[in-house]
């Protein structure tokens, strides 16, 4: 009863102002404050700073990056132990490329993953510009430039490239600026008789701004260095005069051969393209021709043909066609039941025939017994509308159009 006397009395105010809580208090907060720095110790942690390669996620198969960021730096902290056991493959770098067409330029952010118990503290760079240019291939034969120190009265012949088509891959500006690839072999190796492994150049028209790969980079090459005149292979370009019958077109020649050999100074024959034949006149022609053609000298001093004056000719004609409108034909109405009176809208068509073009210019409509009508077979409610159909008794002509292609046919009768 004393106790519970003495605790009613008791004021809390003099509890916190007691000399002995406030030693009691200074030592409980001194105690805390103790702990919570001793654990917040810098000592137990570890910081690290290195490189990490950057991946490029989600690219575009017809994409290729320019001015490419291989690598970005990161720091990174952790307790003693975590970085002492890292395993510093499981942290990576990244962007995310999905849906990025090419033809942009993209500022993304750098994504990087790091375990658990470990923090990022930077990357750097923390955001890089995406370059997506559209990658294309674009596939060119090979050329040989000859070297200038080729002795006089020497020239190479049996040039055979292998492959002599290669494939040029890149951004798509900047294939454009490839002109041409060439092989230039040296003297000494045209000199060799042996096949030679030739590396592929490029003959470009400005700096390229990335990467331009050649597929194959290599290519096989032989040539015979023989003494002589130079030669060269070109094509025969024919030549016809006179007017064909109106009746027939040339639907193709045929040469053969298809080329010819000439030779003479470097230089000049440098200048030849083509060789042409003497006119053909084909105003008589009215079937497939054979004819042997005489080729023409070109107009240079020095060049001759080598082994060959003229060429066989082969001149394949088709039927030439011609269309012709005929306006206002009636259209008759076949097979209708009799006593009824049967209206057709419209009653007359425009039809185009088609035929050689000198019996399109005669074409008589009566003589030709061409006629426009509709079947009234098994008609028996109207309106109703019909396809028109035609005849032709002259099989030299065809109907390729009626307009219009449907009439529609009323019964006044019943009306």
């Known amino acids: 009863m004393k106790f519970i006397t ?5 004021d809390i105010d003099d509890l916190l102002t007691s000399p002995l809580f406030l030693w009691i208090f200074s ?27 950057l991946e490029y996620r989600g690219l575009d198969a017809q994409g290729v990056l ?23 493959n499981s942290i990576n770098a990244y962007v995310d490329a999905r849906n990025l067409a090419p033809g942009k330029k993209y500022t993304v952010n750098v994504n990087v993953g790091v375990p658990a118990d470990i923090t990022l503290l930077s990357c750097v760079p923390s955001q890089i510009t995406l370059d997506l240019v559209r990658q294309v291939t674009r596939l060119m034969n090979v050329e040989i430039i000859l070297p200038q120190n080729l002795p006089e009265g020497q020239y190479i012949e049996g040039v055979e490239i292998i492959p002599k088509e290669v494939a040029i891959r890149g951004a798509e500006d900047d294939v454009a600026k490839v002109g041409s690839v060439n092989i230039r072999p040296t003297l000494q190796e045209l000199q060799s008789t042996e096949n030679l492994l030739m590396p592929v150049r490029f003959n470009q028209s400005q700096p390229f701004d990335g990467n331009v ?21 070109v094509p025969v370009n024919v030549r016809l005069t006179g007017k064909l019958d109106a009746d027939y077109e040339v639907r193709s020649i045929i040469t053969d051969p298809s080329e010819i050999q000439v030779e003479g100074n ?16 084909v105003s008589s022609m009215n079937s497939d021709t054979v004819v042997v053609a005489p080729l023409r000298m070109p107009d240079i001093a020095g060049i001759s043909f080598v082994n060959a004056s003229s060429v066989k000719v082969s001149v394949l004609l088709s039927e030439a066609r011609a269309e012709r409108m005929l306006a206002n034909i009636p259209v008759e109405l076949r097979g209708a039941e009799a006593g009824q009176n049967w209206l057709c809208s419209p009653a007359n068509v425009t039809v185009t025939i088609e035929g050689r073009p000198s019996l399109i210019e005669s074409f008589d409509v009566g003589a030709s017994g061409l006629n426009a009508y509709v079947d009234m077979s098994n008609i028996f409610m109207a309106p109703v509308t019909l396809p028109v159909r035609t005849e032709l008794s002259a099989d030299v002509f065809r109907v390729t159009r009626i307009e219009p292609a449907n009439v529609t046919v009323n019964n006044l009768s019943a009306q």
């Open 6 to 10: 003495k605790l009613k009395n008791f």
């Open 27 to 53: 030592i409980i907060l001194a105690v805390s404050m103790w702990i919570y720095v001793t654990g917040m110790d810098e000592s137990a942690f570890i910081t690290r700073k290195f490189s990490v390669s």
């Open 213 to 233: 790969a050649i597929e194959p980079a290599q290519v096989r090459f032989r040539g015979n260095l023989v003494r002589g005149l130079p030669r060269k292979r």
């Open 266 to 281: 470097a230089d000049e024959l440098a200048k030849i393209e083509t060789v042409d034949t003497e006119y053909i006149d």
């Open 66 to 88: 320019r001015n490419r960021t291989s690598e970005v730096d990161i720091e990174i902290r952790g307790p003693e132990r975590a970085m002492m056991g890292l395993d510093y």
